[in-house]
């Protein structure tokens, strides 16, 4: 914490708050971990992004305006995975200059608590449709090809099961922890069905499709918009 502090300090002096996210603030950092800093200015530089090395540390800066922090808080609802609200909502306050550190932590903590939206019916079912073809290749499908339709069919069903319970979902590790906080077995499930040739990773899929109404091709029918 002393060391992310630090580095606050010194790159923006004129930071009216940080908050220190990620794997380090929950108490999960493994020997790659680095600092998820999030800082908040009135103005330029912000908003922008960079990575350093600092105190023997990675380092993953976010600098913001209200405004910015804001933006990309909007997006993460749009997408259903709340990246930006858990790094200020699940943190550690660094510094706050003026009490925008602890409210801005409240709020977005408060958001990620409240869940995302739930998936409209053209969502559910374009889900369901993509998920259906995914099955329908994997049958038959052995090695390689296998292997790279199964990496991407269990995460498509893993946001079909986060999203469909009003949950937030998330990618590569961080959509296989959300999984696995919210129910264990199925994440062991589907990451089996990913390890074998068999046919444990369409039984786990089907088994979510149950709770929306099955598999979905014909029928399946999306508008465009343009």
């Known amino acids: 914490m002393d060391v992310a502090r630090q580095l606050v300090l010194e790159l923006y ?20 971990s680095d600092l998820d800093i999030t800082v908040l200015l009135d103005g330029p530089p912000a908003p922008m992004r960079k990575s350093l090395a600092y105190g023997g540390w990675p380092v993953e800066l976010f600098v913001h305006t209200e405004k910015s922090l804001r933006h ?4 993460d609802q749009a ?15 660094l510094l706050d200059t003026d009490g925008c550190g602890a409210r801005l932590q409240q709020e977005f903590r408060a958001e ?11 969502e559910l079912d374009l889900l ?7 099955l329908d290749d994997l049958s038959d499908a052995a090695g390689d090809v296998r292997l790279a339709i199964a990496s991407v069919l269990w995460q ?13 979902s998330g990618t590569g590790k961080g959509l296989l922890r959300e999984v696995a906080a919210y129910d264990q077995a199925l994440a062991a499930a589907l990451m089996d069905g ?21 598999r979905l091709f014909a029928g399946f029918e999306l508008g465009a918009k343009i």
Not at 79 to 92: C, D, H, K, N
Not at 201 to 214: F, M, N, S
């Open 79 to 93: 997408r259903r995975q709340p990246t930006m609200m858990r790094l200020v909502g699940e943190s550690v306050v």
């Open 128 to 134: 369901r449709y993509t998920i259906t073809n995914l």
């Open 112 to 122: 990620v608590a409240a869940g995302p939206e739930p998936l409209s019916t053209d």
């Open 13 to 32: 002096p004129d930071a009216r708050a940080a908050w220190l996210g990620g794997s380090v603030a929950r108490g999960d950092a493994s020997s790659t």
């Open 194 to 214: 990913l390890r074998v040739e068999d046919d444990r990773l369409i039984v786990a899929v089907d088994h979510i499709l149950a709770e929306y109404g099955g």
């Open 72 to 75: 990309f808080a909007d997006k």
């Open 156 to 168: 498509d069903a893993a946001r079909l099961f986060l999203t469909g319970a009003g949950r937030w």
